[in-house]
């Protein structure tokens, strides 16, 4: 049944996880790449500001404003107090940087952002090792363990005035400070990682939970269209063998008429048995003309012609109709309609609802062979429903039988074929209506049939009739 | 009522067997075709009183068989049948405005005294 999908839906899967998969991997990917480049970017970032901040920092040395020109290292001491606080605003200015400080050529401290440390000899690990020319160009020194700060890079940059070395300037970075910077911002690479390989299983998920809906709701629009073509196979297969019965019945009808005037030619009283045994013929061929007719019926709940109409008009017909033939049988019919449901419209069938009432009538007959009383009765609830009653003043059913009713070729009566109250409680109910039977017995049965009142102007089509159009009835 | 030609038109054989026997038995005189054409020119060669006409036809649909009969320089009355009893048939016929409708299974009495007030 659903194999024509299955393999969509096994594809559909299958992509949805590649794609996952393919999402997930470039996200892991790209966070390593990301990563591993994230330490180099970051200490060639510190160290281009490292040296910038040198450069300002001898510029000021070189050109400070209201500093003679011509520097002495008595002069620069002086100078401590103005440096200062420009070397303290650099150092706290990044976390990375621990210490920024003026230093003499033979390695004395002249100033530094920490006040402290002023006039302190560096130790010779700083600069021991170096020549003149190294004074001379900036550079990039790893030390380990220095003033407590553990390992620092020191970055250095020369103070020259025409060609005379006056001060180098120091600028220490933190290597645990960076590489935890570094580490930090790995992490969060990692983090946003982590969060995009969430978010695609999620969209999945999703994606995978409405992919799955929309296929098993197309299943079951696929199911009941075949469920309603199999109906209409069947319906098909109904109405022929209910065609190819009723022609051979009709002219088993016509012969029954012929032979029963060719009897009365002959008119002996030897043919009167055989004229009983054709009117015996004669009704098993309208019991089986009434079956036909019924089991179409029955068999084609789908199939029907919806209207408009007033109930109360329906009601009025069929008692008219009936009358006269329920008088040949001594029985009074009562119909007393509400006036507020007078006017009241229902929305279903006309022809078949008339089929039950005139079954319903039929029953009631039958049940009343001496005479009675049938009553009918409409009335509306309001907001609710259009209340129809049939009572009959007969035998009643027995309560038993009463609960086997509506079952389908199930009869009270000799003659019935046990489909007339099944095949109205499919009708009514697909009405969207209700029916329910109660009697007594020596007493009467009564049959109450609810019916869905029905907004004049308003239009619907049943989802599996074929598309009959609405008749609006006079009003 | 004797003397009175019918004739029967249904592509079902047997069915039209019956009903052309059921005439005979009643003394009209009955004649038997099993399509349009074929019923068509019966009505035009013998004296024919009245048609009786299946509307579900094969070859030629029974309303459209009626409209031809009576533009026909002497037209019959024509009485259509139909297994199909739902109102839309009947007004189709009805519309046509060309004869009676009777729904089928044919009642024997009904359709004799249809017949013999159509030709009084």
Known sequence: ???????????????????????????????????????????????????????????????????????????????????????????????????VMVVSPNGIILAHSKETQVRTTLPAEVFGHLTLADHLEPRETALDSWFGGGKIIDFAMPVVLDQEHLATVHLGVSQPELARRIAEQQSSIY???????????????????????????????????????????????????????????????????????????????????????????????????????DFLTFGRPDVGHTEQFTLAELLRDVANFLRPELEQSQIRLDLDIESDAQQTLVRMDRGKLRQVLLNIATNAEHAMPDGGTLSVGLSKREGRDLHMTLSDSGCGISQDKLTRVFDAFFSTKDEGNGLGLSIAKQIVEAADGTIGITSEVGRGTTVDINLPLSRPGKSGVHPLQPAAEPNEVDA | MAGKTVIIIDDDRSFVDAVAEFFEEFDYRALKANGGCEGLGLIRRDGVDVAIIDVNMPDMDGVEL???????????????????????????????????????????????????????
């Open chain 2, 66 to 120: 009626a409209r031809k009969i009576a533009e026909l320089p002497q037209p019959i009355p024509t009485i259509l049948i139909s297994s199909d009893d739902s109102t839309e048939t009947a007004d189709r016929c009805r519309a046509a405005g060309t004869g009676i409708f009777l729904a089928k299974p044919l009642d024997p009495e009904v359709l004799l005294e249809t017949v013999s007030r159509v030709l009084a």
């Open chain 1, 191 to 293: 983090k946003w990682a982590k969060f995009t390989v969430a978010g695609s299983v999620a969209v999945l998920c999703v994606a995978a939970l409405v992919a799955w809906r929309l296929i098993r709701s197309a299943r079951e629009v696929e199911v009941a269209e075949r469920r309603h073509d199999h109906l209409a196979e069947v319906g098909k297969l109904a109405d022929g063998l209910v065609h190819e019965i009723r022609n051979p019945l009709n002219a088993m009808r016509m012969q029954v008429a012929v032979i029963r005037n060719q009897l009365k030619k002959l008119d002996e009283p030897a043919l009167e048995a055989t004229k009983a045994q054709l009117e015996r013929l004669e009704a098993e061929v309208l019991r089986l003309q009434d079956l036909a007719t």
């Open chain 1, 1 to 99: 049944m659903g194999t024509k999908r299955d393999p969509l839906k096994n594809r559909l899967l299958l992509v949805g996880v590649a794609g996952v998969a393919v999402v997930a991997a470039l996200a892991l990917a790209t966070a390593e790449l990301a990563v591993g480049k994230i330490g180099p970017i970051e200490r060639d970032r510190v160290r281009a500001n490292a040296f910038h901040r040198l450069e300002h920092v001898r510029d000021r040395v070189l050109h400070p404003d209201g500093l003679p020109s011509r520097l002495t290292t008595d002069a620069i001491l002086e100078a401590n107090e103005a440096l200062h606080p420009l070397l303290q605003r650099i150092a706290v200015e990044s976390s990375v940087y621990t210490y």
